[in-house]
């Protein structure tokens, strides 16, 4: 994570190609976790119709966040998981180069009418990404409101495959963190790095993880994780219990906040942060 590029957001940026762009969460019953995320965030879900799958916008007080799905028709046997976008301005180049880089097409792209086209691939380090190529709607706010999301990151297990994916087909410039949360200004790429963001400086978006296997259930892929700001994470720790969700590891301090790993009810996972008081 940047250490200024959420903190130090007042207003929602421009999202430059190869940055998050959306997120959505797919689940086998929507209306099952639904009450969790508006009793959490204070979210208003919007059902898009059957035109669009009854694809539901995510709002928070008015700005969208993401989307959200059920899932039982169309995907029986997938789990519940957050998915990020990022933004592309040429998804169908895009598809074709993650294919050259030896990642799989897994959704080629969709056209969404009024909104834009979509596809999902996974990547040669083996998280699934989505791709977005804007046509009417640019996705979501990034304005630290309590409930939007202000951090991505790819959780690896090959970080030289990813590193190397994302410069090549996103135009990412992997820059080394210290534990301190500051560039450490060595050069590698990230390759070799715990943790990279994916552009120096404020122009920062998402971040590179090495992901330490022994943290996770044998046969875990990579996989992107999303961040959603809470004004004290330990209430909301305690709220996400009282509602039926998991913490799974926090509320810790750390140079970026204080920061905690959670679980909707059916078992998607997501990171809640507080930032800190500048």
């Known amino acids: 994570m940047s250490e200024t590029s ?14 998050p762009v959306w997120v959505d969460l797919g689940v086998p019953d929507l209306t099952a976790v639904r009450g969790f995320y508006e009793a959490l965030f204070g ?10 799958g009854n694809y539901h916008m995510v709002t928070n007080g ?15 046997d997938e789990g519940s998981a957050w998915t990020i976008y990022l933004k592309s301005d040429d ?10 880089a030896g990642g799989n097409v897994m959704v080629p792209a969709m056209p969404m009418p009024g909104l834009g086209s979509m596809g999902l691939v996974t990547t040669p380090g083996g998280e699934a990404v989505g ?7 640019e996705g979501f706010e990034l304005n630290r409101a309590v ?3 202000v951090w991505f990151e790819v959780m690896s297990f090959d ?3 990813d590193a190397e994916y994302y410069r090549t087909v996103w135009g990412w410039e992997p820059t080394p963190l210290g534990d301190d949360g500051q560039e450490t200004g060595r050069d590698g790429g990230g390759e070799d790095a715990d943790y990279a963001n994916n552009h120096p400086g404020e122009a920062a978006t998402a971040g590179l993880c090495k992901a330490p296997r022994e943290w996770f259930p044998e046969g875990t892929p990579s996989f992107w994780r999303a961040y959603f700001l809470v004004e004290d ?8 219990r009282q509602l039926g969700g998991t913490v799974m590891d926090g509320p810790m301090d750390t140079p970026f906040g204080r920061l905690a790993t959670v679980a909707d009810p059916a078992g998607a996972s997501f990171q809640i942060a507080q930032m800190p008081v500048e």
């Open 6 to 19: 959420p903190s130090s957001q007042t207003t929602s940026p421009a999202i430059t190609t190869g940055s």
């Open 43 to 52: 979210w208003e879900f919007e059902d898009m119709g059957p035109e669009y």
């Open 62 to 76: 008015g700005a969208p966040v993401g989307g959200a799905m059920s899932m039982q028709d169309d995907f029986p």
């Open 91 to 100: 998804i169908e180049a895009a598809l074709s180069d993650t294919a050259a």
């Open 131 to 137: 791709l977005w190529q804007a046509d009417g709607f």
């Open 147 to 149: 409930g939007a999301p």
């Open 159 to 161: 970080v030289a495959a």
């Open 233 to 240: 994470a330990d209430a909301a720790a305690e709220q996400i």
